[in-house]
């Protein structure tokens, strides 16, 4: 059975850091490129509540960093270094090596080194810090939305929610329709390309982890304004525009979550530089609505201007 320190040095140290010092010592080292604010977030994945306890640990290691590394692509800023906190039952190396082999393979795509943790024993859990650059001034944080602007998003909502419906066994999802789905909502791809690119286009932005309805509320809470929203340009996924169950697409495509595509407002004197790195990085980019003056809520409107009631207005940890 290998030892703590065995499983660290065997699966979670890579040579030649650039980080001044990294795994080993009782702290890292970080050298910020000169000028630059850090950008600081955490996210936690419980089995059993944020994935199926026995998930595969290839996709379990790519999905726990993206979903933090979709924190640093919202606020616009530049991936760095990773701490991963990770509690085990046991020391099983061929779960542990696959678990490392995910990770790393989405650590390397955006050049994030693991520069340290914590290792313990006890029910699977992962922890994990990344530490991103972002230039002073030059955040996408959440209260910088204002009435006029366009409201942007990248991708569709919607896929991973389906997903789940179907492995909960609320539709039966079949063909490439389910192979999308199960992608997505096991590996995600944080927009971290896009963040970057909307540094000085975007006014405020979100990724979508909880709901399209719910982070919306997010942005328009912290900036103290409304947004209108036009159902029919909401955009679909293959798999959501065929599934004959249209109350659970629904539900799936503005409450659904776990779709981290980002969300973000935008003048309307920018649409063009922003079509513009859509198709730089072929990517969707969909105008699905407009921030307006008025209390933080959405109005979801049907094409003939219809009020539409949201089923749900997202996932809510404590509801
Ligand atoms: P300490 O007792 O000082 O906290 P640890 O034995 O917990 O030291 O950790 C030793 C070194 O290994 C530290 O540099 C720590 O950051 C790193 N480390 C521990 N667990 C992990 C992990 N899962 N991934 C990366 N680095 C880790
Ligand atoms: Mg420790």
């Given amino acids: 059975m290998a030892s703590e320190s065995e499983i660290i040095r065997k699966y979670f140290t890579r040579p030649e850091p650039s980080a001044v010092l990294g795994v080993g010592d009782d702290c890292a080292l970080l050298a910020p490129k ?19 306890p026995g998930t595969d640990p290839g996709r379990l290691g790519h999905k726990a960093l993206a ?32 678990f490392a ?18 290792t313990t024993k006890g029910p699977l859990a992962i922890s994990i810090t990344v530490i991103g650059e972002v230039p002073p001034g030059l955040a996408l944080r959440r209260d910088g939305a204002l009435a006029g602007d366009d409201v942007w998003l990248s ?33 995600p791809e944080p927009q971290i390309e896009l963040g970057g690119r909307l540094r000085g286009l975007a006014r405020s932005a979100i990724d979508v982890s909880d709901g399209l309805l719910a982070d919306l509320g997010h942005i328009l809470e912290a900036s103290g304004v409304g947004a209108e929203l ?31 595509e980002l969300l973000f ?34 109005a979801l409107r049907d094409a003939r201007g219809e009020l539409i009631a949201a089923p749900r207005t997202g996932f809510d940890h404590f509801a």
């Fill in 34 to 52: 000169p000028g630059m604010m850090l950008a600081v977030s955490t996210d936690m994945l419980l089995a059993g509540r944020h994935f199926f």
């Fill in 230 to 260: 036009a159902w029919e340009s909401l955009p679909r996924a293959r798999a959501i525009a065929g599934c004959a169950d249209a109350t659970l697409t629904a539900e799936c495509l503005l409450s659904g979550g776990d779709d981290y």
């Fill in 67 to 98: 979903v933090n590394l979709s924190d640093l692509a919202a606020m616009g800023a530049d991936p760095r270094w990773a701490l991963l906190a990770i509690a085990l039952p046991d020391a099983d190396e061929e779960w542990i090596a696959a």
């Fill in 101 to 118: 082999k995910g990770f790393f393979a989405l650590a390397e795509r955006f050049r994030v080194e693991l520069i340290g943790g914590d």
């Fill in 265 to 298: 407002t935008a003048p309307p004197s920018k649409r063009a530089e922003i079509e513009a790195v859509g198709r730089d990085l072929a990517l969707s980019l969909t105008r699905i609505g407009t921030a307006v003056a008025g209390e933080p809520v959405v």
């Fill in 155 to 187: 991708g569709a909502t919607g896929e991973a929610a389906l997903a789940l419906a179907h492995l909960k066994g609320r539709v039966e999802l079949e063909g490439e329709a389910r192979e999308a789905c199960l992608e997505r909502l096991h590996t």
